[in-house]
């Protein structure tokens, strides 16, 4: 069952701060973000594992709530560069199978 | 090291024909992951292969589509007698184990 990610789409101005989150309604091993602008592939950004723990690197950062399975996606003062969209992929097992992905979240950044 | 090579980029087909689409992993990854998506839509799993051996094919429609990863050369989806629903964007990602990296995708138009 695919996991349901929300909001559908956002619109920010630049230096604004987004947040995405990413529910299933299965017990989660990991999950793993990714964006993808349009015609191109989609860019790894991180994954969390089982463990409820938060992870980041410059001003994208994300956290994994094991209890209510579920993940969010933070990103503090926007740059036009974050415009695309946001995919959680959600692994239900360790292995090593495939990923579930989420419907995406449209982001665009303004000047 | 390169990254995950996908031809051809775009491919137009007419229904009734055959489609070979081609991924040649990241070096020294032997998991590939093959998925579809439609516009606007997420990635929806297809298969899974590590060389020689189909993983899981659990997304792959049981008709008309096969994947196969050769000990020698690229990764192949095949599809068969093309029809206009299978017009779709095809992304291939490769893995150590552990992080799903993605091809450019092959774009394929059925007419």
């Known amino acids: 069952q695919q996991p349901v990610q929300s909001p559908q789409a956002v619109i920010l101005r630049e230096g604004e701060d987004a947040v995405i989150n990413c529910s299933s309604s299965k017990a989660l091993y990991s999950v793993h973000w990714y964006r993808q602008k349009h015609g191109e592939a989609p860019v790894f950004l991180m994954i969390?594992?089982?463990?409820?723990e938060q992870k980041g690197h410059d001003k994208i950062s994300a956290s994994f709530n094991e209890k209510k399975q579920q993940s969010s996606l933070y990103l503090t003062a926007s740059q036009l560069s974050y415009s695309g969209t946001y995919f959680c992929?959600?692994?239900?097992?360790?292995?090593?199978?495939?990923?579930?992905f989420g419907g995406g979240t449209r982001l665009m950044v303004k000047p | 090291n390169a990254g995950v090579m996908q031809n051809p980029r775009h491919l137009v087909r007419r229904r009734g024909q055959e489609a070979r689409l081609r991924c040649s992993p990241m070096?020294?990854?032997?998991?590939v992951y093959w998925y579809r998506q439609l516009p606007e839509e997420g990635l929806k799993f297809m298969v899974y292969l590590q060389k020689e051996n189909i993983i899981d094919e659990s997304g792959m429609p049981k008709e008309r589509f096969s994947a196969e990863f050769p000990k020698e050369g690229p990764s192949i989806l095949r599809i068969q007698q093309v029809v206009r629903g299978d017009s779709a964007a095809y992304f291939c990602?490769?893995?150590?184990?552990?992080?799903?990296?993605f091809g450019a995708g092959t774009r394929l138009s059925v007419l």
């Open positions: 990602a490769s893995s150590p184990g552990n992080i799903q990296y």
């Open positions: 992929g959600t692994e239900y097992n360790n292995a090593g199978n495939m990923l579930t």
């Open positions: 070096k020294g990854h032997s998991h």
């Open positions: 969390l594992l089982k463990g409820g």
